[in-house]
Nanobody, 124 residues
């Protein structure tokens, strides 16, 4: 499966932004999907994940209540809706897919396929 993240840009603190992850190749419902981010000078960190059918989601503590992950398997897309953004959310955001995922499970690790990232900058 190939993944491409998009939707990044410049947003003011307190603002909102929605990212998309477009998949191509195999059927998206075979994969759990995760979002990760890497800020300048920092290691990549987990943000959120969603199970294969979209019925279960998981979030990093730092984004819980502000970010929402969702998916549209028919159109092979996964979304990350981000609210109440702060400068600490500035990073390159990546989507990733985990093969051989259990239908009901979300994951924070073990992702096999990674897309190119999209830059989110939160600044006034």
């Amino acid at each position: 499966v190939q993944l491409q993240a998009s939707g990044g840009g410049l947003v003011q603190p307190g603002g909102s932004l929605s990212l998309s992850c477009q998949a191509s190749g195999y059927s998206l419902d075979e994969y759990a999907i995760g979002w990760f981010r890497q800020a300048p000078g920092k290691e990549r960190e987990y943000v959120a994940s969603i199970n294969r059918n979209g019925g279960s989601t998981d979030y990093a503590h730092s984004v819980k209540g502000r970010f929402t992950i969702s998916r549209d398997n028919a159109n092979k897309k996964v979304f990350l809706h981000m609210n109440s953004l702060s400068p600490e959310d500035t990073a390159i955001y990546y989507c990733a897919a985990r093969s051989r995922a259990i239908l009901s499970a979300t994951y924070q690790s073990g992702f096999d396929y990674w897309g190119q990232g999209t830059l989110v900058t939160v600044s006034s």
